[in-house]
């Protein structure tokens, strides 16, 4: 069975295919000179032996340079590959016009004899078709090398984003889950039918939280649902005193975002605001003109600061650097607190966008 590496590669076949009837011509106007114009013998025994010969002979060449490419495989390795290539295929190459005098000779092919400027002129035009192909095949490795060393590079970001996303989403879930439960257990000694409530309302979120999680990015439209089941949890623990207003252009449904972004924000604006039916934290959920969207509260500080661990700006943070995606940005005053979110265009308009993006990504780190 023919190793892969000893197999030409489609620029050889092609340069042997149109480079040959040159070769040849070239191989009998050395042997025969001006014979050639005026013997049609010359074209029709000569001619076809010296590519069958040469067929031969390009077959030893490919083998032993593609092997050592298969040897050196590497960019780096590109000097020691053209030396060692240098060493091996200029002897080879000698050795076939020399063959191919001494047989014309041996057997007098249309009464050929051997001298010295055949042989001369022989080797230099060998040395020149050499040097033009093995340079043209080196080039060509070097280029696709190149290119693997890209993709391979692409594929590893890749992959380092795919991985800092999941550990960025595994901090999610259990502070989200942590919180409830918190919240949980104060209802239950205040008024357990709330707190029954709130454990149904719990349910159906958290269940809709893990099956949204599974994606890096969420469309705008599954953000804005499930912000919507995430607030009646609040409600179920707050009441009037917490407030949610949302208007979303419908041309922006479609469009990404991370996943959980907006339920981290409302969380952090509930955790480090005081909340109250007199003063109620109001928090506004809107789109503007540029792909953007913005999130903003009012703020009524606590008296006791909330201890915090930065999972949730950090992280949303984090998440769209790793999509290398700019706009985001956090501003302050005395009066409100406004995250500015930028959104991505979805050309496929699909929930799915990132899944596939993640599939893509381990197809190709597995084939």
Same mark, same amino acid.
């Given at each position: 069975?023919?190793?892969?590496?000893?197999?030409?590669?489609?620029?050889?076949?092609?340069?042997?295919?149109?480079?040959?009837?040159?070769?040849?011509?070239?191989?009998?106007?050395?042997?025969?000179?001006?014979?050639?114009?005026?013997?049609?013998?010359?074209?029709?025994?000569?001619?076809?032996?010296?590519?069958?010969?040469?067929?031969?002979?390009?077959?030893?060449?490919?083998?032993?340079?593609?092997?050592?490419?298969?040897?050196?495989?590497?960019?780096?390795?590109?000097?020691?590959?053209?030396?060692?290539?240098?060493?091996?295929?200029?002897?080879?190459?000698?050795?076939?016009?020399?063959?191919?005098?001494?047989?014309?000779?041996?057997?007098?092919?249309?009464?050929?004899?051997?001298?010295?400027?055949?042989?001369?002129?022989?080797?230099?035009?060998?040395?020149?078709?050499?040097?033009?192909?093995?340079?043209?095949?080196?080039?060509?490795?070097?280029?696709?090398?190149?290119?693997?060393?890209?993709?391979?590079?692409?594929?590893?970001?890749?992959?380092?984003?795919?991985?800092?996303?999941?550990?960025?989403? =595994?901090? &999610?879930?259990?502070?989200? %889950?942590? +919180?409830?439960? $918190?919240? @949980? /257990?104060?209802?239950?000694? *205040?008024? #357990?039918?709330?707190?029954?409530?709130?454990?149904?309302?719990? =349910?159906? &979120?958290?269940?809709?939280? %893990?099956? +949204?999680?599974? $994606?890096? @990015? /969420?469309?705008?439209?599954? *953000?804005? #649902?499930?912000?919507?089941?995430?607030?009646?949890?609040?409600?179920?623990?707050?009441?009037?005193?917490?407030?949610? +207003?949302?208007?979303?252009?419908?041309?922006?449904?479609?469009?990404?975002?991370?996943?959980?972004?907006?339920?981290?924000?409302?969380?952090?604006?509930?955790?480090?605001?005081?909340?109250?039916? +007199?003063?109620?934290?109001?928090?506004?959920?809107?789109?503007?003109?540029?792909?953007?969207?913005?999130?903003?509260?009012?703020?009524?500080?606590?008296?006791?600061?909330?201890?915090?661990?930065?999972?949730?700006?950090?992280?949303?943070?984090?998440?769209?650097?790793?999509?290398?995606?700019?706009?985001?940005?956090?501003?302050?005053?005395?009066?409100?607190?406004?995250?500015?979110?930028?959104?991505?265009?979805?050309?496929?308009?699909?929930?799915?966008?990132?899944?596939?993006?993640?599939?893509?990504?381990?197809?190709?780190?597995?084939?």
């Amino acid at each position: 069975m023919m190793k892969e590496w000893s197999k030409p590669t489609r620029l050889q076949i092609y340069s042997f295919v149109y480079a040959m009837p040159v070769v040849a011509f070239l191989a009998n106007y050395i042997l025969y000179d001006e014979r050639i114009f005026r013997d049609i013998n010359v074209w029709l025994i000569s001619y076809p032996l010296i590519i069958i010969l040469c067929l031969g002979f390009w077959r030893v060449h490919l083998i032993i340079g593609n092997w050592i490419k298969y040897r050196y495989p590497k960019l780096e390795q590109t000097r020691i590959r053209i030396l060692i290539c240098s060493l091996c295929i200029i002897p080879v190459m000698s050795a076939s016009v020399l063959l191919i005098n001494y047989f014309y000779d041996f057997l007098h092919i249309l009464g050929y004899e051997l001298n010295q400027t055949d042989l001369k002129q022989g080797l230099f035009v060998g040395f020149s078709i050499i040097l033009v192909f093995e340079t043209l095949y080196e080039a060509d490795y070097a280029l696709g090398k190149y290119k693997e060393t890209v993709e391979d590079k692409r594929v590893m970001q890749e992959l380092s984003v795919f991985q800092e996303f999941d550990a960025l989403k =595994s901090q &999610v879930n259990p502070h989200f %889950l942590f +919180n409830c439960f $918190n919240t @949980l /257990s104060s209802l239950i000694s *205040e008024d #357990k039918e709330k707190a029954e409530h709130f454990l149904n309302e719990l =349910s159906k &979120v958290y269940r809709y939280l %893990l099956r +949204n999680n599974q $994606n890096e @990015l /969420s469309t705008v439209q599954d *953000e804005i #649902k499930f912000i919507e089941s995430y607030f009646r949890l609040l409600q179920t623990r707050h009441g009037e005193a917490v407030q949610l +207003n949302m208007e979303i252009d419908k041309m922006y449904t479609p469009y990404l975002l991370p996943s959980l972004t907006l339920q981290l924000l409302v969380e952090n604006a509930v955790k480090h605001n005081a909340l109250s039916k +007199n003063k109620p934290l109001v928090i506004d959920i809107f789109t503007t003109a540029g792909n953007r969207l913005v999130v903003n509260n009012n703020l009524q500080r606590r008296t006791v600061k909330a201890q915090g661990n930065k999972i949730g700006l950090e992280n949303i943070k984090a998440k769209y650097e790793l999509l290398h995606q700019d706009g985001f940005h956090v501003i302050e005053d005395e009066k409100n607190f406004t995250v500015v979110l930028p959104l991505i265009w979805n050309s496929n308009n699909e929930t799915s966008a990132s899944r596939t993006l993640n599939a893509g990504t381990k197809n190709k780190l597995t084939s």
